[in-house]
């Protein structure tokens, strides 16, 4: 028990604590005490990416604005070209999935990454990118994968998680054969993009105005992109917003968190697919 204490005080509490003093150390100082318009940029960059997320997550909702950009550009017939190719994409499950992910990447990291770039002339390792010390904590998330492990599979014979996942409906065990890997790789690539978005941008972007209390802030919205999954999974996110929202404080990092929610989709997406007999 004692070495988990001393474990958790060097990990977690020792850097959290870093965190606060930073952050109050900040407020009483004389640019703390000026107008501060890095914390309403990240938050309403937040608030813009969301909402661009929500009305651009499938091709057909770009249809009449790339029509209209192509007609503008290279006339009727390229309009008709770029309506023909997007009612395609809506009409094929997996292209309407693989929108979905990389259209999630560019709102969760392209925009954030050109704010902090051209705006804040910020570096990226310090909004929980960096590579160093990544493996520092491993035995924490090393204990959360033991506990969702079990969990996964406990869920994923529940009717309302066979319904949801994978996001990507395979009928076949040869349609699972022939796209599984292409369906499971974007998957991947949003969550990392969302990670980076909701404990790298959000958390570090305020960190220096709310300190620990950053990791709430993020919570909110976090669990709000859950509405509509199963009501445990969305309860569950107010845990992982927490826990994985502290970890990229302490850690100053989101690898590994992107890691494990990683395993944790590619687990459930599997475990659903075994237990209707497609894998």
Known sequence: MSGLLRLWDTWLAEPIRKVEADALAYRLSDQGRRIDWRTPIVLLTAAAC????????GPAALIDLATLIARVLSGPEAATAAEATLRRWSADPLSTRVWWAWASVATYALIPVLVLKLGFRARLK?????????????????????????????????ERFQQTYPFMRFQSPAEVRAELWKWELSYAA?????????????????????GVYSVFVMTFPYVMIHFGKPWPETCASIVAGVVLGYMSLATRSVWLGASLHIAVAWGMDLACLARRGLI
Do not use: I
């Open 50 to 57: 969301l909402t661009v997320q929500n009305y651009t997550g």
């Open 126 to 158: 310090d909004y929980g990118l960096k590579l160093s010390g990544v493996f520092n904590a491993w035995p924490l998330y090393a204990v959360f994968v033991l506990v969702m492990v079990p969990l996964v599979w406990f869920c994923s014979g529940e």
């Open 190 to 210: 949003q969550f990392v993009a969302l990670e980076f978005f909701f404990r790298g941008f959000v958390v570090h972007g305020t960190k220096h105005r709310f």
